[in-house]
């Protein structure tokens, strides 16, 4: 979970039981849907809730299998990041970016694939992300 510097928005990343990983923006009192949902889909069955929120975004495992939270790009080194959030999957180590506005996604792309697995993000004071790996090794994120 990641709060966003500027908005305040907080972001968190949600790893799936069995086939989805989300990222959820969580609103205080929220109900995502645990231990009953993953992503959009039933996992138990349940009674249905309309009071459920839905992620606003969503994958299976046929892209990746744990999602890993990040930050909302918030530095000044990479101009086309700006705003948009950055995550990754621990299994497969891709890097990806979304830009969310008036309550949808409007963009998402693939920033980076790498070999490591990816476990965490961090945001040094200048807004500038750093990846952390099984490695060994903290990664600065820059332009290839």
């Not at 500027?6 to 039981?17: F, I, K, Y």
């Not at 609103?27 to 039933?42: L, P, T, V």
């Not at 299998?65 to 999957?89: K, N």
């Not at 969310?100 to 693939?110: D, E, L």
Request: net charge negative.
């Amino acid at each position: 979970m990641s709060f966003d510097r500027v908005t305040g928005n907080l972001w968190a990343a949600d790893v799936g039981q069995n086939e989805w990983e989300e990222i959820d923006l969580i609103r205080k009192g929220g109900n995502y849907g645990w231990n009953i949902r993953e992503g959009n889909h039933a996992y138990k069955p349940a009674p249905t809730r309309d009071s459920l929120i839905e992620p606003i975004l969503e994958y299976g495992h046929d892209v990746g299998a744990s999602i890993t939270g990040g930050y909302v790009y918030r530095g000044t080194r990479l101009e086309h990041l700006q705003g948009a959030y950055v995550y990754a999957d621990y299994v497969t180590g891709t890097l990806w970016a979304l830009r969310y506005s008036r309550g949808q996604v409007i963009a998402h792309k693939t920033i980076l694939k790498q070999p490591n697995n990816i476990a965490s993000f961090g945001e040094g004071p200048d807004g500038e992300l750093y990846i952390l790996c099984f490695d060994g090794k903290i990664y600065k994120l820059e332009e290839e």
